[in-house]
């Protein structure tokens, strides 16, 4: 893969400290949903620093956008969502990786777990869902801290028919929410996921400790582990 230009076109504001960044790559060949790429930076010393960053939306033509979580201490993340404005360009290489990624074909039922700023692949591939001509099931498990970290709120509570969509809170819940403040367990699985005799397709994103109480969870509730993909970060 070489490193491709990619011009910004616009900003979205998700989150307090999340920005959708979408970009348009002229050059760029596709992705599939769950995909990811390598951002560069360079400064005028020379010096560079790179970062991976999931792909939130489908393919759609030349454009490729990004969610972008800020690290107060990071080296790129501040400068993506604070620094870089439309019109400016930065280096991209992608797509990259074939195993976490959602093929339409697939006619089983899919289970979303996303952690956090996890929820970004995953988005993808709801997105995916919303204009595919298989319309299968989905059911998205998202864990969050509080109300205000939660990402792509509005497009979320508008989901169609065969995509339900489940919260978990652990810090903080809003007014109204009759479920549980706490980390994700079986009980929240049984309730909002899909059974194992349906066979789902599982797919897990967050934080490391995320990503391996959940997968545990899952193998724990008899889901076959070669159904289970995961990717962490952190």
Same mark, same amino acid.
């Given at each position: 893969?070489?490193? +491709? /230009? ?7 504001? *998700?989150?307090?400290?999340? *920005?959708?960044?979408?970009? @348009? /790559?002229? #050059? ?12 560069? %930076? ?28 800020? !690290? @107060? #201490? ?5 400068? +993506? ?24 074909? #697939?006619?089983?039922?899919? +289970? +979303? ?6 929820? !970004?692949? %995953?988005?993808?591939?709801? &997105?995916?869902? &919303? ?8 059911? %998205? ?6 109300? $205000? ?16 969509? $489940?919260?978990?809170?652990?810090? *903080?819940?809003? #007014? ?6 706490? &980390? %994700?367990?079986? @009980?929240?699985? /049984? $309730? ?9 397709? =599982?797919?897990? =994103? ?29």
């Amino acid at each position: 893969m070489k490193w +491709l /230009i990619a011009t910004l076109v616009a900003k979205i504001r *998700e989150t307090s400290t999340a *920005e959708t960044l979408v970009f @348009d /790559i002229p #050059d760029w060949p596709g992705h599939l949903p769950g995909q990811h790429v390598d951002v560069r %930076l360079t400064a005028e010393d020379g010096y560079s620093a790179q970062r991976s960053y999931s792909i939130a939306t489908p393919t759609d033509g030349t454009t490729v956008a990004l969610t972008v979580q800020n !690290v @107060d #201490d990071g080296e790129v993340s501040p400068y +993506l969502t604070g620094v870089l404005e439309v019109g400016e360009q930065v280096e991209m290489r992608g797509p990259i990786g074939g195993w976490f990624v959602w093929n339409e074909s #697939d006619p089983a039922p899919v +289970l +979303l777990l996303a952690g956090g700023s996890g929820v !970004v692949p %995953l988005m993808s591939m709801l &997105r995916a869902r &919303r204009t595919a001509v298989r319309k299968t099931p989905f059911r %998205l498990v998202y864990s969050v801290r509080t109300p $205000a970290e939660v990402m792509y709120a509005s497009e979320l509570r508008s989901m169609p028919g065969g995509i339900d969509v $489940a919260y978990r809170f652990t810090r *903080e819940a809003p #007014d109204g929410y009759r479920g549980r403040v706490g &980390r %994700l367990t079986s @009980d929240d699985l /049984i $309730a909002d996921g899909w059974p194992a005799e349906f066979a789902p397709s =599982c797919f897990v =994103c967050g934080p490391t400790g995320f990503v391996e109480a959940a997968a545990d969870l899952l193998v724990q509730d008899g889901h076959l582990p070669p159904r289970i993909k995961t990717e962490r970060f952190g």
